[in-house]
C-alpha cells in the first residue's frame, strides 16, 4: 500500500489531480493537523496518510482510488458519521469537515467544497459525557519571567458555557499553573506554539494527539490534545480587546479582571480559537469568571490522584474507590458537577463553610423539608447543557419542550427552599430566579407534545400566529377535498378500488390498476405506468397540490422562523439561566450533604481557626460504605489528635502491612476535604482547625510510566511538601524512603520527620516500616508514636486495624507474606535469616565479624543442619526424655 505522505504528495504536479483531489489539497494545505473529513456523495471519504490511520482506528476497510492502489481511501456513511467522528475525538484527533456547498444536481461541473467546521475534543460536545463530567477545553498564557513571571489560565466548557480564568505569579507560576491543569484535566489545550520548547516542534507534535512528552510538559500527559496557535494570538494586543469585544466590555475591569492580564490574554486567545475552528454563534460564553485558588484548600495534582477524590488511582478500576462516587446523592445534574468541582477545590474560608454546614444542619434535622426540597428536584434536567444546546442550534423542538419542563419545576424548588431559616438558604432562594417568562414564552409558543424534527410540522402550537393557522386550515381543507374527490371519482368511473395517493416525487395522482385501466375517463392525463396500476392526474387535483404543498412549505418557513425567534428569546436570556443553574446546583449539594448526614449519621464538624486537627472515633467513608455493601467486616473507627500550635504536631505510625495505616492516613485528609466542602463527617465528633493545603505522598504513582524512577519521584515530590507547606498545612506520608537502600532511606526519613518537626511545623502523619524513627519521640517533643495493632493467635496473625499509642514492637512482614501465601518453604527461610540479622544488629560484633557471619549464614544455612538432624531420627522409637533432650540440644546449636 502506498504511504507516500501529504506533502510528497502535494508536490505532485497539479494537473494530473482530479478536480476532486485537487479541492482535497487545497483543504488538507489549509488544515494540515486535522484529519479531512472530505465530503463525497452521501460518503465522508479519506484519503492518502489520514486514511490509513482512520482506517487503522475505526477498523475500517482500507480501497484505494485508482487501480495502482496509489490513493489509500477509507470512508464512512454520511449518516452514521457522528458516530465515528466522536470515537476519533475521544482518541484525541482533531477533524476537519470539508462539505459539498452547492447541491450536485443543481451544478454541471465539480461542486464547491469548503472546510465548514473543525471538531477538537474540546470544541466538540460529545453524547457520552456523563452528567458529572466537564469538557474542558484549556489554554495557558505565561508573562513575563522569574519573579514577575505570570501564568494564565483560562478553561472553556462548551457543553455548559462555563467560561473561568485564573492566573499563578512569581517564580512557581509555571509549575502552579500545570500543577493547576493537572487537577482540571481538561480535555484539550491551547498554547502559543514555542511556548513548551523550540519553536519548530513546540510542545510536543501535537498533530493528532501522539504527543510525545517532553520534560517541560511534566504534569500534562493527562490532556489527550495539546493544539499550537501562532504566537501573535497570545499577545496582549490582540487577545484582549478580542475578550472584552466578545464580552461586549470596555475594560478588563468592566469582567472583574484587571490586574490579571496573563488570565485574560489566555481567555482571549480560547475566543480566538473558537472562532478558527468555526464553532458558529458562541451567545452563551456571554460572561466569564476569575477565581483564586488561595480561597480555597488547596489539593496539588498529585493529592487529587492519590486520595482518589474524583477518579481511581488507576484509569479503568472501579469508580466505587472514589469519594465522588461515596457522596454522589445529589438529584440533578447540575448538582452533582459543583459536588465533583467542590471536592477539588473545598473552601479555606470560614464563614463560607460554617455558611454551608448550618445550612446542612438545618436540613438534616428536618426529614420532611429536606425530602421536600429533594424532591421537588425530581423532573429538573440538565439547564446548562439544554442551554449549550440551544446556543449551539442543536437542540430541537423536543429538547426545548425538556428545558420549559424543567424551568416549570423551578418555583417548586424556590417555594421548598423557602421553607428553610438559615442565611444559606434564604439567600439562595433570594437569588433563584425562578424563569416563569422563560417557562411562559416556551409553553405558549410550542405544542405540547412537539415532533422531533420540523419535517411532519405540527412544532408550534396553534392561536400562535394567524398567517401559520391559516394554512393549518388550507391543508387540512385540502386534504378534505382530495378525499371527497376519490369518492366522487370511484362513482363517477364505477373503480371502487380507485385510490387518491401521495409521493414525494410524482406529488398527488389517482391510481387504478391494471385490470380497470380500460374505465379511465378521457380527462386522466397519466402520470406513470407500473407492473400492476396506472397512475393519473387531473387539473383539478393540480389545483389542490400545488394549494397543499405551498400551505405546507409556507407553515414550515413560519415554524422554523418562530423557533429561531423563541431560541433567540432564550440565547438572550442565557446569562439569567446560567445563573438560576448555577443556584439549582448549590441547592442540590447542600441537600446531597444533608441526606447523606441524616442516612449515615454523619455529625457537624466544629471549624475554627487555629492549628487542631482532631477526630474522636473516625471512619474512612469509602471504605466503610464498601465494607457495609459487601457485608464483610465492620469498619474500626480511629481518634486522630494533632495541634500545631501548642499540642502534638506529628505522628509516627508504624504497624504491620495490612494494618491499616494507609487507610487512617487518607481517612484523616478525606475527613478535612469533606469538611471544608461543608460537609458532615463520618465520626463521632471533629474539631478542625482550616487547613491551608493537604500534601500526601502515598504510594508509587503512576509516574513511574512517565520514565521517573519511583524513588525519583517519590522524592521530587517530597521536595514540593518540605518546600511549600506552612504550619497550617496537613502533610500526610505514607512509608517514605522506603524506594532506596536501607540506610539511606531511613536517614531521609528521619530528616525529613526533623525538619517537619522543628521548621515547618505542619500536623504531619508519617506512616513508616522503619521502627528506628520511634525513636525520634525521645528527641522530638511534638512527636507522638502511634501504632496499628495486631493479635497474635496460634494460626496467625489477626489485624485489629485499631490505632492506639505507642511504637509497635514487630513488624510481621514475614507473617502477612505467608497470609499472602508464599511458599512454606520460603517463609521458614526468611524467618531464619531475620534472625540472624536481628542477633547481628543487637550484637556487638565488630563490622567485620558481623559480615563474616550474615554471609556464612546466607550460604550454610545454619537451620539446614538441624533441618538434617530432625529427619534422621525416628519418632516412633524414641522416649519422651530422649525427645526433650533433642530438642534443648537442637536450641543450644541455634544460640550458639
Ligand atoms: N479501621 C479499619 N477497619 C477495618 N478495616 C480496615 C481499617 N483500616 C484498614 N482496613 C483494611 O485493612 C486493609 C489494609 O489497610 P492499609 O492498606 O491501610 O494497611 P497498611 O498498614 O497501610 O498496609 P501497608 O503497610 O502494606 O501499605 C485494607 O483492605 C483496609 O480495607
Known amino acids: 500500500m502506498a504511504t507516500e505522505t501529504i506533502n510528497e504528495i502535494a508536490g505532485m504536479d497539479a494537473a494530473s489531480l482530479t478536480p476532486v483531489m485537487r ?31 482512520v482506517a487503522r482506528e475505526l477498523q475500517l476497510t482500507l480501497t484505494a482510488r485508482d487501480r495502482e492502489k496509489k490513493q489509500p481511501m477509507c470512508g464512512v456513511p454520511y449518516h ?111 498554547h502559543a506554539s514555542g511556548l513548551f520548547g523550540p519553536a519548530s516542534g513546540g510542545l510536543l507534535t501535537a498533530k493528532n494527539g501522539n504527543a510525545e512528552s517532553s520534560e517541560d510538559s511534566a ?67 456571554d460572561g466569564i ?58 473552601s479555606n474560608e470560614l464563614a463560607e463553610i460554617n455558611a454551608r454546614l448550618d445550612a446542612v444542619a438545618e436540613a438534616t434535622a428536618d426529614l420532611r423539608k429536606r425530602e421536600g426540597l429533594r424532591r421537588s428536584m425530581d423532573g429538573v434536567l440538565d439547564l446548562e447543557r439544554l442551554l449549550g444546546r440551544v446556543a449551539l442550534d442543536s437542540a430541537g423542538p423536543r429538547e426545548v419542550m425538556s428545558l420549559a419542563a424543567t424551568l416549570g419545576c423551578l418555583p417548586g424548588v424556590a417555594l421548598a427552599d423557602k421553607a428553610f431559616e438559615s442565611a444559606r438558604w434564604r439567600e439562595l432562594a433570594a437569588a433563584l430566579d425562578p424563569l416563569e417568562d422563560l417557562h411562559y414564552a416556551i409553553v405558549k409558543t410550542l405544542a405540547d407534545e412537539p415532533p422531533i424534527t420540523f419535517a411532519d410540522g405540527g412544532v408550534i402550537r396553534a392561536g400562535v400566529d394567524a398567517e401559520l393557522d391559516e394554512l393549518r386550515e388550507l391543508s387540512r ?42 374505465s379511465v375517463p378521457a380527462d386522466y392525463e397519466r402520470k406513470q405506468t407500473l407492473v400492476n396500476a396506472e397512475r393519473f392526474t387531473t387539473p383539478e387535483l393540480k389545483d389542490y397540490e400545488t394549494k397543499i404543498l405551498t400551505a405546507q412549505e409556507r407553515s414550515g418557513e413560519i415554524e422554523r422562523r418562530i423557533f429561531a425567534e423563541l431560541r433567540a428569546e432564550l440565547l438572550a436570556n442565557a446569562g439569567r439561566i446560567r445563573e438560576t443553574a448555577r443556584r439549582i446546583a448549590e441547592i442540590d449539594m447542600l441537600g446531597c450533604f444533608a441526606h447523606l448526614a441524616a442516612l449515615r449519621g454523619w455529625t457537624r464538624p466544629l471549624i475554627e481557626d487555629s492549628g487542631v486537627l482532631e477526630f474522636v472515633q473516625a471512619r474512612h467513608p469509602v471504605v466503610e460504605r464498601r465494607m457495609e455493601e459487601s457485608g464483610s467486616r465492620r469498619f474500626v473507627p480511629n481518634s486522630v489528635h494533632l495541634d500545631a500550635d501548642a499540642g502534638p504536631a506529628v505522628l509516627l505510625i508504624t504497624g504491620p502491612n495490612m494494618g491499616g495505616k494507609s487507610t487512617y492516613l487518607r481517612q484523616t485528609a478525606l475527613l478535612v476535604i469533606m469538611a471544608q466542602c461543608g460537609c458532615f463527617v463520618p465520626a463521632e465528633r471533629m474539631t478542625l ?22 524513588f525519583m519521584v517519590e522524592m521530587t515530590e517530597t521536595a514540593a511538601i518540605l518546600n511549600t507547606a506552612t504550619a497550617r498545612s ?75 499509642a505507642g511504637p509497635a514492637s514487630k513488624s510481621y512482614g514475614i507473617e502477612v507474606a505467608k497470609l499472602a501465601g508464599l511458599p512454606a518453604a520460603v517463609i521458614s527461610r526468611a524467618r531464619d535469616v531475620l534472625k540472624v540479622h536481628e542477633r547481628v544488629e543487637s550484637s556487638a560484633l565488630r563490622p567485620a565479624q558481623a559480615k563474616e557471619q550474615m554471609q556464612m549464614t546466607m550460604f550454610t544455612p545454619l537451620s539446614q543442619r538441624i533441618v538434617d538432624r530432625l529427619g534422621e531420627v525416628d519418632v516412633d522409637e524414641m522416649t519422651p526424655r530422649e525427645a526433650l533432650n533433642l530438642l534443648a540440644d537442637l536450641q543450644r546449636e541455634l544460640k550458639a
Open 730 to 804: 496537613l502533610v500526610l506520608l505514607d512509608e517514605m524512603g522506603r524506594g532506596t537502600a536501607t540506610y539511606d532511606g531511613l536517614s531521609l526519613a528521619w530528616a525529613t520527620v526533623e525538619h517537619l518537626h522543628d521548621r515547618i511545623g505542619a500536623r504531619t502523619l508519617f506512616a513508616t516500616h522503619y521502627h528506628e524513627l520511634t525513636m525520634l519521640s525521645e528527641q522530638l517533643v511534638r512527636l507522638r508514636n502511634l501504632r496499628v495493632t495486631v493479635k497474635e493467635t496460634p494460626s496467625g496473625i489477626v489485624f485489629l486495624h485499631s490505632v492506639e
Open 23 to 53: 479541492q482535497y489539497f487545497a483543504a488538507k494545505q489549509q488544515y494540515p493537523d486535522c484529519l479531512m473529513f472530505c465530503r463525497i456523495g452521501d460518503f465522508y471519504e479519506l484519503f492518502y496518510d489520514d486514511a490509513i490511520l
Open 689 to 710: 482547625g482550616l487547613v491551608d493545603r493537604i500534601y500526601t505522598r502515598i504510594g508509587a504513582s503512576d509516574n513511574v510510566a512517565r520514565g521517573r524512577s519511583t
Open 477 to 518: 381543507s385540502g386534504r378534505q377535498a382530495l378525499i371527497t374527490i376519490e369518492e366522487r371519482e370511484r362513482q363517477r368511473t364505477g373503480i371502487g378500488s380507485l385510490k387518491v395517493r401521495f409521493n414525494s416525487v410524482f406529488g398527488y395522482y389517482l391510481e387504478v390498476t391494471k385490470a380497470n385501466a380500460k
Open 219 to 285: 504534569g500534562l500527559e493527562y490532556i489527550r490534545t495539546r493544539t499550537p496557535v501562532e504566537e501573535w494570538v497570545f499577545t496582549g494586543d490582540y487577545a484582549l480587546p478580542l475578550l472584552t469585544g466578545h464580552l461586549h466590555v470596555h475594560s478588563l475591569d468592566g469582567i472583574g479582571m484587571g490586574g490579571h492580564e496573563s488570565a485574560a490574554i489566555a481567555s482571549g486567545a480560547l475566543i480566538h480559537y473558537m472562532r478558527a475552528t468555526k464553532q458558529g454563534a458562541l451567545e452563551h460564553i
Open 80 to 190: 452514521a458519521a457522528e458516530i465515528y467522528l466522536q470515537r476519533l475525538l475521544r482518541k484525541g484527533y482533531r477533524i476537519a469537515l470539508c462539505e459539498q456547498m452547492e447541491d450536485p444536481k443543481t451544478v454541471k461541473t465539480i461542486v464547491r467544497r469548503e472546510v465548514t467546521r473543525v471538531l477538537t475534543p474540546g470544541t466538540s460536545l460529545d453524547p457520552s459525557l456523563s452528567p458529572e463530567q466537564s469538557n474542558y477545553l484549556a489554554s495557558i498564557a505565561m508573562i513575563g519571567t522569574g519573579n514577575t513571571a505570570k501564568a494564565g489560565l483560562a478553561l472553556l466548557d462548551l457543553s455548559t458555557g462555563e467560561f473561568r480564568a485564573t492566573e499563578f505569579s512569581g517564580a512557581s507560576a509555571w509549575a502552579a499553573a500545570i500543577d493547576e491543569l493537572g487537577r482540571i484535566r481538561p480535555v484539550e489545550l491551547v
Open 289 to 346: 469568571r476569575y477565581y483564586e485558588r488561595s480561597t480555597c484548600l488547596e489539593l496539588d495534582s498529585v493529592s487529587v490522584r492519590n486520595l482518589e477524590l474524583v477518579d481511581p488511582l488507576f484509569s479503568g478500576e472501579s469508580v466505587q474507590t472514589t469519594l465522588f462516587h461515596t457522596l454522589e446523592a445529589c438529584s440533578t445534574p447540575m448538582g452533582k458537577r459543583l459536588l465533583r468541582a467542590t471536592l477539588l477545590r473545598p
